[in-house]
Nanobody, 124 residues
């Protein structure tokens, strides 16, 4: 079992940066791949970025590639999402998710553990 708690969301202006954090509980966190998803009102939850258990491999949605960076610190059981050059269309609730195994996936159905989410609002 893994419990995930997100933090770092807030209200920012277009062009600003935010860093989201995901704190995990669990003794073998490095054996879990972790991803960030987001969900805007009246829209489906969508993949943002994922990172392998060891932090060597990462994968991004086209919409955020080059602006967002996912990273992790397994010694502290933490995963981060650095978001730069934010746009109003990035406004959403952001969720951290984990799946056992090192393979990184983009489908929500592949992740077994989810946090409660943190809201990011980008004004124009």
């Amino acid at each position: 079992q893994v419990q995930l708690v997100e933090s770092g969301g807030g209200l920012v202006q277009a062009g600003d940066s935010l860093r989201l954090s995901c704190a995990a509980s669990g003794r073998t966190f490095s054996s879990y791949a972790v991803a960030w998803f987001r969900q805007a009102p009246r829209k489906e939850r969508e993949f943002v970025a994922s990172i392998s258990g060891g932090g060597v491999s990462a994968y991004y949605a086209d919409s955020v590639r080059g602006r967002f960076t996912i990273s992790r610190d397994n010694a502290k059981d933490m995963v981060f999402l650095q978001m730069n050059s934010l746009k109003p269309e990035d406004t959403a609730a952001y969720y951290c998710a984990a799946r056992q195994g090192s393979a990184i996936m983009a489908a929500t159905s592949r992740y077994d553990f989810w946090g409660q989410g943190t809201q990011v609002t980008v004004s124009s």
